[in-house]
């Protein structure tokens, strides 16, 4: 997901994805998540850990910061939840399962998003548009066509 209006304040989310066997527990793909606004970042994967701008903390930690940030990272311990300020956007990633969801409430972004995440106007047939503006109705076809291969490792992560 990205956003794509000049006249807005930009963030992204990165997913990393990987192949599952059929023996696999787990039925996503899904193996991490990035969430990006500014010069803030947040790392979050299959361990029992997350990475706030190059701070570790353990699942069942929150991000306090000393000073005033875009984000607030919460975790319980099952879930960490990114909630970008003056946004109206959140995303949860479920440990467990490997989920994620996300929320968009804020009105200024709808039809401006771009991605994997749908394009953020609630209207659920323009949500698999590929990246040259063809719709398809098949989930594989659709992730594909955001492939971005050889995707260098963040260097907050190494």
Do not use: Q
Not at 8 to 14: A, G, M, T
Not at 94 to 108: N, W
């Amino acid at each position: 997901m990205a956003v794509c209006a000049d006249d807005l304040r930009k963030f992204e989310v990165i997913g990393l994805f990987e192949p599952r066997s059929d023996e696999f527990p787990l039925k996503t793909r899904t193996t991490a998540v990035i969430v990006n606004i500014g010069d803030e970042r947040v790392f979050i994967n299959g361990t029992h850990d997350f990475l706030v701008t190059k701070k570790t903390f353990g699942f069942g930690e929150e991000y306090l910061p000393t000073e005033p940030t875009l984000m607030r990272v919460e975790s319980d311990g099952e879930k960490v939840v990114v909630t970008l300020r003056d946004v109206e956007f959140s995303l949860t990633w479920i440990h467990a399962e490997h989920a994620v969801k996300t929320k968009l409430s804020d009105s200024r972004y709808w039809g401006s998003i771009c991605g994997l995440l749908g394009h953020g106007d609630g209207v659920d047939k323009r949500n698999f548009i590929k990246p040259d503006g063809s719709v398809t109705t098949d989930i594989d076809e659709f992730g594909e066509s955001w492939r971005v291969d050889n995707l260098p490792c963040p260097s907050h992560v190494m």
